[in-house]
T-cell receptor, first 116, second 107 residues
Framework: GAGVSQSPRYKVAKRGQDVALRCDPI?????LFWYQQALGQGPEFLTYFQNEAQLDKSGLPSDRFFAERPEGSVSTLKIQRTQQEDSAVYLC??????????????FGPGTRLTVL | RKEVEQDPGPFNVPEGATVAFNCTYSNSASQSFFWYRQDCRKEPKLLMSVYSSGNEDGRFTAQLNRASQYISLLIRDSKLSDSATYLC????????FGAGTTVTVRA
């Protein structure tokens, strides 16, 4: 079956540009997570959705980062006025149940963002 | 202090060797632990859960020491295909990852 998909796979932006990264979770999955992975580091939590509700955005590094999941399926992570330190791989993960279960999180292939 | 600390390696081992590494975590209340595997430029994939009593999955053995707050992974009879970065993960509703331990198995 189809896994988690993300688009675009690669994005190059000039400093100051806005970008939008899309995640299509596995159909029917309740939970959706965004993670940021810098080079040589493990993924770092950004935000969590349970259906359309954003229950945790404590990991978003600044108010330039905004995420939404308006219909409880597809999610978009938007970064405004990109900076070089935003360069990273942005990973989306989904799981079938609400997050307090240890249900497996399935990761998408990521979007590699490079800010020049 | 990061929530999950790992020895970054790299561990370079010949085929057939045994390699072991561990990680430490800071939150003593954490309940669930995992090892994920990440190949170069790929997404992380679940390798195995880690249970208090220790558990095996084929050539992989995971151990948890709650008193010392560390988790270990041992790979027996290493294969070339085991070359990857192994991420130690603590689950507290969201996943907290270590920076990863790089393992390279050479022929």
């Amino acid at each position: 079956g189809a896994g988690v998909s993300q688009s675009p796979r690669y994005k190059v932006a000039k400093r100051g540009q806005d970008v939008a990264l899309r995640c299509d979770p596995i159909s029917g999955h309740v939970s959706l997570f965004w993670y940021q992975q810098a080079l040589g580091q493990g993924p770092e939590f950004l935000t969590y959705f349970q259906n359309e509700a954003q229950l945790d955005k404590s990991g978003l590094p600044s108010d330039r980062f905004f995420a939404e999941r308006p219909e409880g399926s597809v999610s978009t992570l938007k970064i405004q006025r990109t900076q070089q330190e935003d360069s990273a791989v942005y990973l989306c993960a989904s799981s079938l149940e609400a997050a307090f279960s240890t249900d497996t999180q399935y990761f998408g292939p990521g979007t590699r963002l490079t800010v020049l | 202090r990061k929530e999950v600390e790992q020895d970054p390696g790299p561990f370079n081992v010949p085929e057939g060797a045994t390699v072991a590494f561990n990680c430490t975590y800071s939150n003593s209340a954490s309940q669930s632990f995992f090892w994920y595997r990440q190949d170069c430029r790929k997404e992380p994939k679940l390798l195995m859960s880690v249970y208090s009593s220790g558990n095996e999955d084929g050539r992989f053995t995971a151990q948890l020491n709650r008193a010392s707050q560390y988790i270990s992974l041992l790979i027996r009879d290493s294969k070339l295909s085991d070359s990857a970065t192994y991420l130690c993960v603590v689950f507290d509703y969201k996943l907290s990852f270590g920076a990863g331990t790089t393992v390279t198995v050479r022929a």
